[in-house]
């Protein structure tokens, strides 16, 4: 059984930290949008020179850089297992590429992963995350502008895939183990334990 997996929640909701405990879990690779371009920034590559004001503005990135480094990746040899988006997609063109791209490699989603955890919680997450890892995006400007777009842009997006009825909806305000528990739970009921 595969496991194509989208994780959707706003910043500080736990995406990375979940995505990495689910990867491990399923043996496919955990594809986060973010991690690539900060590698590529830290690289200093063409890409990650286009990235940067973007990100350091808390602003996305436009959709046809975003878009074609997605079609790459999603189509390398580690998927065949399936895949666990992080990070896309994030706007309505994107959720249209990502079907576009999936329907060609015959590879659909079989769930969508919906992070809920409220504002309060994100801002102190997020402002302790700062102090430790020190990301440029960090800032409180920056977060504002990042809680903004995903509020406006990405949050809609869900209804698009619940009309499918790929949503599966966690709490994500537990600990990360028992965010881990709730996922598990939920996704072997909906996709079948036996994997
Ligand atoms: N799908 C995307 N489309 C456009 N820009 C993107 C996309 N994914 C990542 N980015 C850019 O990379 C930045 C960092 O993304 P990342 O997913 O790491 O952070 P986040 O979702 O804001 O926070 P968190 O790490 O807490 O989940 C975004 O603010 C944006 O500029
Ligand atoms: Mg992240």
């Not at 286009?50 to 997605?70: F, N, Q």
């Not at 990502?98 to 801002?123: F, H, M, T, Y």
């Amino acid at each position: 059984m595969t496991h194509r997996l989208l994780i959707m929640g706003p910043q500080g909701s736990g995406k990375g930290t979940q995505a990495k405990l689910l990867a491990d879990r399923y043996g496919i690779p955990a594809i986060s949008t973010g991690d690539i371009f900060r590698a590529n920034i830290a690289g200093d590559t063409e890409l990650g020179r286009r990235a940067k004001t973007y990100i350091e503005a808390g602003e996305l990135v436009p959709d046809e850089v975003t878009t074609s480094m997605v079609r790459d990746r999603v189509a390398e040899d580690d998927t065949t297992e399936g895949f666990l988006l992080d990070g896309y997609p994030r706007t309505r063109a994107q959720v249209d590429a990502l079907e576009a791209i999936l329907q060609d490699l015959g590879k659909p989603l079989d769930a969508v992963i919906a992070l809920s955890v409220n504002r309060n919680v994100l801002v102190e997450r997020i402002k302790r995350r700062a102090g430790i890892e020190g990301r440029s995006d960090d800032t409180p400007e920056a977060l504002d502008r990042r809680l903004a777009i995903y509020a406006q842009e990405t949050a809609p997006l869900l209804d698009f895939y619940r009309e499918h009825d790929l949503v599966v909806d966690i709490d994500g305000s537990q600990t990360p183990q028992e965010v881990d528990a709730a996922l598990v739970a939920a996704l072997d009921a909906k996709l079948g334990a036996d994997a």
